[in-house]
């Protein structure tokens, strides 16, 4: 196990040691919420968790909960969430994230304000002072007049590419939209720019998460960083 995969290991495993029997838990997308996926497999197997749902964000969270026995459930049964454990690609020490790396960030979006606690966990190498340093931001379009949406974020001071596939296909989400990874650099005010992008009609959705985040755990060299935004 290299460095970066025991800190995604720890914070994983902080992380779910606050889940209680009985919760209704959002199961994010990525290679660090797979690791709280398969430490809630296993303390349900153990009888350390019971009576425990799980609402994926992704298809593929979905696909590999059911390999491990998980039970699932959905937004529509269970409007309300108690928990969802997810990841970042990139953090600031003030709980705003960027995400959609994977390319599930308008149902991580969703769940995410489904929740009464939205736990993100990452390694230290997410950490950042300022977003748009270390990742650029997804931006969630419809195929209808994507090139608009291009031209108008380029106008906003991106450099947008098409995401692809390895089959260089565009890349399609689960709700078969076209994703547009925007470069502003670094983002001075991320509240101001998701306000715009919010506006913009035929844009579905963002990475920008602000103001989500209930909890940050990072892991890192030095051990376990847990800020809260109550903290602030």
Excluded at 7 to 31: P, R
Excluded at 130 to 136: A, N
Excluded at 204 to 221: K, M, P, S, T
Aim: aromatic letters at 6%.
């Amino acid at each position: 196990m290299t460095g970066t995969d025991r800190f995604k290991y720890q914070a994983a495993q902080y992380a779910v040691n606050y889940l209680d029997s009985g919760m209704i838990v959002g199961l994010g997308h990525g290679s660090t919420a797979l690791e709280a996926v398969k430490l809630i497999a296993r303390k349900m197997s153990e009888g350390s968790l019971r009576a425990i749902l799980c609402v994926p964000a992704s298809s593929e969270v979905e696909k590999t909960a059911k390999e491990l026995g998980l039970p699932l459930t959905n937004l529509n049964q269970y409007p309300a969430l108690d928990v969802t454990i997810d990841g970042a690609d990139e953090v600031t020490p003030e709980l705003n994230l960027i995400k959609g790396g994977g390319g599930a960030l308008l149902r991580e979006k969703i769940l995410a304000r489904a929740s009464s606690r939205e736990m993100i966990i990452a390694d230290e190498s997410k950490l950042s002072e300022v977003l748009g340093t270390k990742h650029p931001v997804p931006v969630e379009v419809i195929s209808f007049a994507w090139r608009y949406q291009v031209a108008f974020l380029e106008r906003l001071g991106a450099e947008v590419k098409m995401r692809l596939t390895v089959e260089r296909a565009p890349f399609t989400t689960d709700q078969g939209h076209m994703i547009l990874d925007c470069n502003f650099g670094p983002i001075t005010d991320p509240v101001q720019l998701a306000g715009k992008l919010n506006e913009q009609a035929g844009i579905v959705e963002h990475g920008l998460f602000i103001n989500l985040a209930d909890d940050l755990i990072i892991a890192g060299e030095k051990g376990i960083r847990h800020l809260r935004r109550r903290d602030f």
